[in-house]
T-cell receptor
């Protein structure tokens, strides 16, 4: 039973437009949510996070939105750049403990 | 900026052989983790450690053993490798802090023939 799901394996957007990556979770005990970015042949790197007491967190071009009632979060990238092309993983944890990851979404930003 | 270092980066084994993956971190982190990533899938937790001398099972621990004899090192062992263990292995560490952000190594690609 997968507790963190990213239902879109891939997403393609034009440079300068908005990228929206989605993530759903089932465990209501999760209280920290993180996004990681992964380039080929590299390890994932932390991008942005949000705690369950907030519904939005912003860092430059990246914004994460959390809808607790729907158990859904999304990552918005505006404007999208070709260098944003990567695999994005959603992760969730209880009390900032060990993280459970989704399967990832491959984002391609076309010039 | 070493961060988290994994060795080896690539390895090919025959079924039944044993090997050890080494993870070393220089950030004085308490928590260390071993994940595996299979094609089209996310990272699944194998084993983890919450401090020197401690280990615990994760989501997919069967066929693996771990040791954390020193705070900066976390070893992942395969006693008798199987083709199902062909994967990319990632080590991560953290001090948890506010969000539990993980710092990952570059990965170790293991192929079992």
């Amino acid at each position: 039973d997968q507790q963190v799901k990213q239902n879109s394996p891939s997403l393609s957007v034009q440079e300068g437009r908005i990228s929206i990556l989605n993530c759903d979770y089932t465990n209501s005990m999760f209280d920290y949510f993180l996004w990681y970015k992964k380039y080929p042949a590299e390890g994932p790197t932390f991008l942005i996070s949000i705690s369950s007491i907030k519904d939005k967190n912003e860092d430059g071009r990246f914004t994460v939105f959390l809808n607790k009632s729907a158990k859904h979060l999304s990552l918005h990238i505006v404007p999208s750049q070709p260098g944003d092309s990567a695999v994005y993983f959603c992760a969730a944890s209880v009390g900032a403990g060990k993280s459970t990851f989704g399967d990832g979404t491959t984002l391609t930003v076309k010039p | 900026n070493a961060g988290v270092t994994q060795t080896p980066k690539f390895r090919v084994l025959k079924t039944g052989q044993s090997m050890t993956l080494l993870c070393a971190q220089d950030m004085n982190h308490e928590y260390m983790y071993w994940y595996r990533q299979d094609p089209g899938m996310g990272l699944r937790l194998i084993h983890y450690s919450v401090g020197e001398g401690t280990t615990a099972k994760g989501e997919v621990p069967d066929g693996y053993n771990v040791s954390r004899l020193k705070k900066q090192n976390f070893l992942l062992g395969l006693e008798s490798a199987a083709p199902s263990q062909t994967s990319v292995y990632f080590c991560a560490s953290t001090n948890r802090g506010v969000t539990g952000e993980l710092f990952f190594g570059e990965g170790s690609r293991l192929t079992v023939l």
